[in-house]
């Protein structure tokens, strides 16, 4: 998935880990993603947090799309931060998935709590 998403590649992402219902990234935060107060813009963890989700909902090898996410910024994301986003799946029904993302600073202090819900479509990755 990652060779085709340009976005995610701009982000700087590397993923560490994909199984069954499971992702963990990373990336660093540029100076180029600060917002006007010096912190990273909330928008780069919301897109963060979002593409661990994709990766955690889309490696079964069926396409998964997101329907509804939420955010929350325990604390603050600063530039130079080297961020890890856990992706875990808690539970799915005929055609949705329920995850939880959590993303840490290279400190472990949780940074964002996302929650997302994904749509399965029941057609395969390409």
């Not at 947090?49 to 799309?65: K, L, P, R, T, Y």
């Not at 856990?86 to 029904?93: G, K, M, P």
């Not at 290279?106 to 990755?125: H, I, M, N, P, W």
Request: proline share 2%.
């Amino acid at each position: 998935m990652l060779a085709k998403d340009a976005f995610s590649q701009w982000l700087g992402i590397k993923v560490l880990d994909v199984a069954d219902t499971r992702a963990v990234i990373q990336m660093t935060v540029r100076p180029e993603m600060a917002n006007g107060f010096g912190f990273a813009h909330g928008g780069i963890a919301f897109a963060f947090a979002d593409s661990a989700h994709a990766f955690c909902s889309n490696s079964a090898g069926e396409i998964s799309v997101a329907t509804d996410c939420h955010i929350s910024y325990p604390a603050a994301i600063r530039v130079g931060d080297v961020l890890t986003a856990t992706a875990e799946q808690r539970t799915e029904s005929n055609r949705l998935g329920f995850s939880d993302i959590v993303v840490r600073n290279q400190d472990g202090e949780v940074v964002a709590l996302f929650k997302g819900t994904v749509y399965r479509t029941r057609k395969s990755l390409p």
